[in-house]
């Protein structure tokens, strides 16, 4: 005798309309077991263990949501924090010494005389101020899509008997209606 794909399936599909087909809990009771099975034991331990990491990883990734939004807010309200980040890109790569030498070709002998004049001037063009806001908003995007992935896998991960359960509904009216 072969035992096809097409029997297991419709093996399962008969034990899950019996199961979501009757309402009546005194026959669903009598056809279960008096003592669960290790096996079923341990599927509901692990299923705890499940939904204990989902709702964790759902706080991580609201916390995290949180502190993202708390540091756009901050950026908003005092935007010379950023100046932290210009210093440390300006250390790192000499941006803004580097393209001095280009303004004064581009400039003239005439103007860069005068231009050295004010460089030490804190309010002159620099393009590592500018970089320092393109990479933090990056790393602010980078964040957010961190948390909400966070949040929707915890959620998921919490809420996993319950699409089971929808999906055998789905499947048990799918069966009523052929």
Known sequence: MIITAQD???????????????????????TKPTAMSLNEASQEVLSVVVRLCGLLLLFIGLWIAIQVFNEALSLY?????????????EAGSN?????????????????????????NNPDGFRVSYFIAWVVDLLLL??????AI?????????????AQVKRLARHIVRANKKE
């Open 77 to 89: 309200k005092n935007p010379a924090n950023i100046e932290r980040m210009a210093v440390a890109i």
């Open 95 to 119: 941006i803004d010494k580097s393209i001095v030498p280009i303004r004064d070709s581009l400039l003239g002998e005439e103007e860069s005389v005068a231009k050295t004049k004010t460089e």
């Open 141 to 146: 995007l980078l964040l957010a899509r961190i």
């Open 8 to 30: 297991d399936l419709q093996e399962i599909r008969i034990r899950i309309m019996y199961k979501f087909d009757n309402n009546n809990e005194q026959e669903t009771e009598s």
């Open 149 to 161: 992935m966070a949040v929707k896998t915890g959620g998921e991960l919490a809420l996993y008997d």
